[in-house]
């Protein structure tokens, strides 16, 4: 056993799989969901979908919100028209698909049912029992608000009807894509751009994905880029200007032959000329959702966690044309749209690009950012291990809490020990106490749960000393709940998780450059399981002498065949961290394995690998 030497390693492993949010592994979780806003001409007025009401109540619907106000249920796209009067929508309501508006004025709602009996379904559909796929997608309002273009998953997807469901026309557009809902799609002279392979009639042969134009009615259709045949090259998310003489739109087009780039960039086409430029380079990654104001001398985009101004220019210098607008720390903006006069920018806001919680606007020049709908609320099921998100909270262990908006962009570290149980003026409360934390963001807390905790159902809460709380959420704490902790690594083109075990006495990880020999010992890290002996308490860093040893020891398995265990327990000098000493089973072929943990009736196999030789 080799306890006091691995100290070093462990507090490496101890920062690596903790101290950084929003880091680590899949979630078991995808319940809090949100529609991109859309705003009026001067971004005073904005709509927007979200499944989490206003005191952090998360629903199992995504519901329609005009400003402040919450309208209907069932929402699945949501637009809203240049005077801010109509919001238009689709929504999934008793087995059916509807297309309808909102009158702003006097909260009277229209809709109809469209028909959907021709939608193409992903192949994954068939797969997927009880799962939801939206055929209808993307209303756009047009500039005169009389009309709706929509976009049905079929063949000639494309519509326009009256606001009132009347007079649907099908447009003679073989396949297309148009921009989400808020985008506009559609300028006040009556041109429609979108992005297809084939518009005109199925062909034979690959294609890039170009961006077409045409009239409303669907005549004059005509092309704004031709890639060629270029299957790999693709065009999406184009946006017209309301004069109609700027497109902008997001490609991995890199120029010259149509040779693909890695990261996507934003273009300009000016429709009048055809001339084309490159807004945004690749030295600062990639660039995406693009929108554009009515006047079209402004418009926006997302890189990474901070929003961008793009100027078009018919005429611009070789050089990336954006500057920020409003850079955030942790947090990753999305789904950028303009208003018509350029003036402010609304989005989403969330822990990374998939993941929208909140919806924000910011003055254009980055002053006044401001809270639409940023409610705080811990994901359903976001109580877990730390290690791995699959398994329960446990008496001593580490837990993560996920959730959103726990913070404004702030983020706490505990500085020693003991741990604090405030970080950034957010605390945990669990049976009525406040744990001890290791970390705090807008969207995760890392925490320890105390060894005398009762193994029962538990409410947690994220309160802050503002006064703002989230709803509690219930949690079973379990007596154990054995897991590894894990890192995503990157080798030779793969991508996989790393356990957290290192060669006895050293710092090196057990991984395909030092593959584990058969007979050799390994320390294991991770967290769960459960009580010692003798007891720490909470936040306390664990003893040395004597160690603090697991109460029942684990039952370990690589590839299948038993591990004798040496040593399991709490790694001295750190809270809630447990390590656990075996020696590799000879009979194991060389390769990479999974590494399963079993306490009692709970067994845990991986996600992390181990190498053996």
Known sequence: MSIKRLFVAASSLFLLAIHLPGQGLPLPFQVIKFLPPAVDASGRDIAFGSSVTADGVVENTIDLYTGTTKTLPNATSVGLSSDGTRVVFTEFNASN????????????????????????????????????????????????????????????????????????????????????????????????????QAPSGPTFAASATDVFIMNLDGTNLRNLTNFGLHPEVFALNATISGDGSVVLFETNYGGGDATPVHE????????????????????????????????????????????YLLKPQENPPPVDRRTPVYPFAVSVPQSPVISDDGSTVAFLLGPDSTSPAAVYEVNIDGSNLRRIHAPQAISPG?????????SQPSPGGLISIYGINFTNESVGYAGGFPLPDTLAQISVIANNKKLPLLSVSPWQVNAQVPQDVPLQSTNFQVTSSSGSSTPALAATVVAASPALFSSLTSKNGSTYYQAAVLHAGTTTLADADHPAKAGEVLEMYGTGLGVTVPPVPAGLPSPGTPPAVAA??????????????????????????????????????????????????????????????
Not at 119 to 147: E, K, M, W
Not at 271 to 283: C, I
Not at 382 to 390: D, M, P
């Open 97 to 196: 698909e509807n297309l309808g508006n909102i009158n702003i004025l006097n909260g009277a709602v229209q809709r109809f049912t469209v028909d959907t009996k021709s939608c193409i379904l992903p192949l994954s559909a068939a797969l997927c029992f009880g799962c939801y796929f939206q055929c209808v997608n993307t209303p756009h309002i047009t500039p005169d608000g009389r009309r709706v273009l929509y976009s049905v998953r079929q063949d000639h997807p494309f519509f326009v009807t009256n606001l009132d469901g009347s007079g649907v026309t099908q447009l003679p557009i073989y396949s297309g894509t148009l921009a989400p809902s808020p985008q506009r799609v559609i300028s006040s002279n009556g041109l429609v751009v979108f992005t297809s």
């Open 264 to 307: 996507n960039e934003i273009w300009a086409i000016f429709t009048g000329s055809g001339k084309r430029f490159q807004l945004t380079g690749s030295a600062i990654g990639a660039s995406t959702s693009p929108t554009i104001s009515a006047d079209a001398k402004t418009g926006a985009c997302v890189s990474g966690t901070v929003i």
């Open 382 to 390: 976001g109580v877990v291990s730390a290690a791995t998100a699959g």
């Open 552 to 613: 029942a020891t684990p039952s370990v398995q690589i590839g299948g065949l038993d591990a004798k265990v040496l040593f399991a327990g709490l790694t001295p000098g750190l809270v809630g961290l447990y390590q656990i000493d075996i020696v590799v089973p000879s009979g194991l072929r060389a390769g990479a394995y999974t590494v399963s943990l079993k306490t009692g009736d709970i067994r845990i196999d991986g996600p992390g690998y181990i190498n053996v030789e």
